[in-house]
């Protein structure tokens, strides 16, 4: 799994999550203080998350796109096309370069 974060201007950073790790606090924490490190601004609204008691819902395949969808997938589609991977470990690498 990997954070991303991304601006106008594409990919700005991304973390690569070891396997048998979970996201928690002290991970969560480590990740802010390299965002810090990077001079990357990471703005929270205070806003509760999953405590919200009305829910909308969301149709499986849904025509509405994430911002993910305009920015983020684009750039990785164009870093990574027309290669060929057989471990994380090279896509990590290539996504890193």
Do not use: Q
């Amino acid at each position: 799994m990997a954070s991303i974060l991304w601006n106008a201007h594409g990919i700005i950073f991304i973390d690569y999550l070891r396997k048998e790790r979970t996201i928690n606090r002290d991970y969560y924490i480590a990740l802010l203080d390299r965002l810090k490190e990077k001079k990357v601004l990471l703005h929270h609204d205070n806003a509760m998350c999953h405590k919200s008691v009305k829910t909308m819902a969301n149709p499986p395949y849904s025509p509405n796109l994430a911002p993910s969808d305009y920015c983020l997938f684009s750039d990785l589609k164009r870093m990574l096309a027309g290669k060929k991977f057989s471990s994380n470990e090279e896509v990590i690498a290539e996504t890193e370069a």
